[in-house]
């Protein structure tokens, strides 16, 4: 009996220790970001192309036309099929209503990604995707075409201010900052057995302006005059007493 209490002790107290997420020496933890204002030079614009048919070919065939119409207008603005990335064809029956499964026709999709390297192309591919009455879902978004090299940039600013924030903290403790034990761009304790390492750049957009005051849909299309690329990383230090 003496023997079956000691190990099921045992047991607890590993179990204790082994859900603990907090590291066993002591430790100061710290939040270091970095911010970097860029006027963007790319553009990606996603949207669906959509169409029905009375039958599956029909409304597939719709689909390939208007993707010959797209590349043509596309080719017009000195565009070619590299800027696109398209996914492949979705078909899906279309129904009399939930209760009746009989099929009145058929739906094909095909979502397309475009990018853009000159944004002067911006206001006219939005207005001729804006009055096309079967493309669908337009999604736009700024970046830099250099934005690697500047998120490599704010990961050392990132981790500059972890570390100065770091001995300010400690100072004001009368410890001092011993090694790094950990670096994650997770915010939270809980995600400390997770994977390691700068990441998580995000991108915020600045005061919008007109791209141009020439085109009828000029107060309409907007772009960031700027953008914010920013950078957090979280590290936990070793203190030394």
């Given at each position: 009996?003496?023997?079956?209490?000691?190990a099921?002790?045992l047991?607890?107290?590993?179990?204790?220790?082994?859900?603990?997420?907090?590291?066993d020496?002591?430790?100061?933890?710290?939040?270091?970001?970095?911010?970097?204002?860029?006027?963007?030079?790319k553009?990606?614009?996603?949207?669906?192309?959509?169409?029905?048919g009375?039958?599956?070919?029909?409304?597939?065939?719709?689909?390939?036309?208007?993707?010959?119409?797209?590349?043509?207008?596309?080719?017009?603005?000195?565009?070619?099929?590299?800027a696109?990335?398209?996914?492949?064809?979705?078909?899906?029956?279309?129904?009399?209503d939930?209760?009746?499964?009989?099929?009145?026709?058929?739906?094909?999709?095909?979502?397309?990604?475009?990018?853009?390297?000159?944004?002067?192309?911006?206001?006219?591919?939005?207005?001729?995707?804006?009055?096309?009455?079967?493309?669908?879902?337009?999604?736009?978004?700024?970046?830099?075409?250099?934005?690697?090299?500047?998120?490599?940039?704010?990961?050392?600013?990132?981790?500059?201010?972890?570390?100065?924030?770091?001995?300010?903290?400690?100072?004001?403790?009368?410890?001092?900052?011993?090694?790094?034990?950990?670096?994650?761009?997770?915010?939270?304790?809980?995600?400390?057995a997770?994977?390691?390492?700068?990441?998580?750049?995000?991108?915020?957009?600045?005061?919008?302006?007109k791209?141009?005051?020439?085109?009828?849909?000029?107060?309409?299309?907007?772009?960031?005059?700027?953008?914010?690329?920013?950078?957090?990383?979280?590290?936990?230090?070793?203190?030394?007493?």
């Amino acid at each position: 009996m003496l023997r079956l209490t000691t190990a099921f002790s045992l047991l607890v107290a590993a179990a204790s220790v082994t859900a603990s997420p907090l590291p066993d020496f002591p430790f100061i933890n710290v939040t270091g970001q970095a911010t970097l204002e860029v006027a963007p030079d790319k553009a990606q614009i996603r949207f669906v192309l959509r169409q029905t048919g009375a039958t599956a070919e029909q409304a597939t065939r719709a689909v390939y036309r208007q993707g010959e119409s797209l590349l043509k207008f596309l080719q017009a603005q000195g565009l070619t099929e590299k800027a696109l990335d398209a996914a492949q064809i979705n078909k899906e029956a279309l129904y009399k209503d939930y209760q009746d499964r009989t099929i009145t026709g058929y739906e094909a999709s095909q979502p397309i990604t475009l990018t853009l390297t000159n944004l002067e192309q911006y206001v006219t591919v939005m207005d001729y995707l804006f009055t096309q009455p079967q493309i669908f879902s337009i999604h736009s978004s700024f970046d830099h075409s250099k934005r690697e090299e500047f998120e490599l940039t704010l990961s050392e600013k990132a981790g500059a201010d972890a570390r100065a924030r770091a001995n300010r903290l400690a100072a004001a403790q009368g410890v001092k900052l011993s090694s790094v034990f950990a670096i994650t761009e997770n915010a939270g304790f809980g995600n400390l057995a997770g994977d390691f390492g700068f990441g998580g750049g995000q991108v915020s957009y600045g005061r919008m302006e007109k791209m141009s005051a020439d085109s009828g849909m000029a107060g309409a299309l907007l772009a960031p005059k700027q953008i914010t690329l920013q950078k957090s990383v979280n590290v936990i230090y070793k203190l030394n007493p």
